[in-house]
């Protein structure tokens, strides 16, 4: 059980386009989504947070308008990175949990889709 | 302020020896989460172990046990006969309980290299 998916795992894209991730929970229904990069050999950096039906909240420096997530469903939350630029290039991973709140939920993570913006 | 450290950044050990991962963390709450997770080469965050502030009691889950220790604030992970598919990134993770802030903060990660 507790499996999320991500698609595409990996997209090549040129400087300017628009990128969408998506990230399902595929045998839970959660409330809470999180994506998070990480770049070579580093920790993982939290970006936001997704609860269902509600708008995400952003971690400090990180542009809202530049990663726009949506969290329309109990099994979906997207990612589109807008406008993208090289420095965008990175290894992005969601992760989902069944509760809204509460640090004792477990967060399943995706297998993580890796960009690279030319 | 909630941190962890690993203060390890890279072990190579070759195959069967055991390996002890650590894991120090930091908080103001008494009652917080702590998790171990593994990220093979394929990049997938593989979730190993929950525990909460409460049960210090060690667990051993076949190859993999944990020692948590609340007087020292650590969480380590050992390997026992460790093999080459156990070659990951290991990252060690903190929650706290609070509603607004129940985020995981995780360590810097330790890279194990098990050699044939």
């Known amino acids: 059980g507790a499996v999320v998916s991500q698609h595409p795992s990996w997209v090549i894209c040129k400087s300017g386009t628009s990128v969408k991730i998506e990230c399902r929970s595929l045998?839970?229904?959660?409330?809470?989504m999180f994506w998070y990069r990480q770049f070579p050999k580093q920790s993982l950096m939290l970006m936001a947070t997704?609860?269902?039906?509600?708008?995400?909240?952003?971690e400090q420096g990180v542009e809202k308008d530049k990663f726009l997530i949506n969290h329309a469903s109990l099994t979906l939350s997207t990612l589109t990175v807008t406008s993208a630029h090289p420095e965008d290039s990175s290894f992005y991973i969601c992760?989902?949990?069944?509760?809204?709140?509460?640090?004792?939920?477990?967060?399943?993570f995706g297998p993580g889709t890796r960009l690279l913006v030319l | 302020a909630q941190k962890v450290t690993q203060a390890q950044t890279e072990i190579s050990v070759v195959e069967k020896e055991d390996v002890t991962l650590d894991c120090v963390y930091e908080?103001?709450?008494?009652?917080?989460?702590l998790f171990w997770y593994k990220q093979p080469p394929s990049g997938e965050l593989v979730f190993l172990i929950r525990?909460?502030?409460?049960?210090?009691q060690n667990e051993i889950s076949g190859r993999y046990s944990w020692n948590f220790q609340k007087s020292t604030s650590s969480f380590n992970f050992t390997i026992t006969a460790s093999q080459v598919v156990d070659s990951a990134v290991y990252f060690c993770?903190?929650?706290?309980?609070?509603?607004?802030?129940?985020?995981?903060?995780f360590g810097t990660g330790t890279r194990l290299q098990v050699f044939p």
């Open positions: 992760s989902a949990r069944v509760g809204r709140t509460g640090g004792q939920e477990t967060q399943y």
């Open positions: 045998d839970f229904q959660a409330t809470t």
């Open positions: 997704s609860n269902e039906g509600s708008k995400a909240t952003y």
């Open positions: 908080t103001r709450d008494t009652t917080y989460y």
């Open positions: 525990r909460n502030s409460f049960d210090e």
């Open positions: 993770a903190l929650s706290e309980a609070r509603g607004n802030t129940d985020k995981l903060i």
